[in-house]
């Protein structure tokens, strides 16, 4: 008797489980470590709070000074990865839920999951800090 390997709920729940488990994990250690990072090269600073700097970037220019902040060893930049790969977790959930959906036939699920990721991506491709 053959047993065939089938892409079933439980399948999908924990695949689900370990993204959301260990991607919480891998955020919270590349956050530590940029803390680490940043205490060793900063720590002995005063910090001035008289005056804060705006700055209205779009994604594309944070994304890009992180991944340069991350190749030169910043503490800051690496610490913000952290945080995208924090905030990728919940999204990477969403992709995979999509692609279940569509596995399974259930269009109007399909739907509605890719009406929130087309919101989700407008909404970081048009956003503004002010």
Known sequence: MEQKNRFTDKTLQTIVGNLLRYGVWLALSVGAI??????????????????????DKSIG?????????????SGTAIIFSGIILLFLTPAL???????????????????????????????????YSH
């Open 34 to 55: 940029g803390g680490t990072v940043y205490l060793i090269k900063h720590g002995h600073e005063t910090i001035h709070y008289g005056s804060f700097t705006e700055s």
């Open 61 to 73: 220019q944070l994304i890009h000074e992180m991944i340069s902040g991350v190749r030169e060893g």
């Open 93 to 127: 959930r969403l992709v995979l839920s999509f692609f279940s959906f569509l596995i399974e036939k259930d269009y109007l699920y399909v739907l509605i999951t890719l009406v929130v990721m087309l919101i989700i991506g407008i909404s970081i491709s048009l956003g």
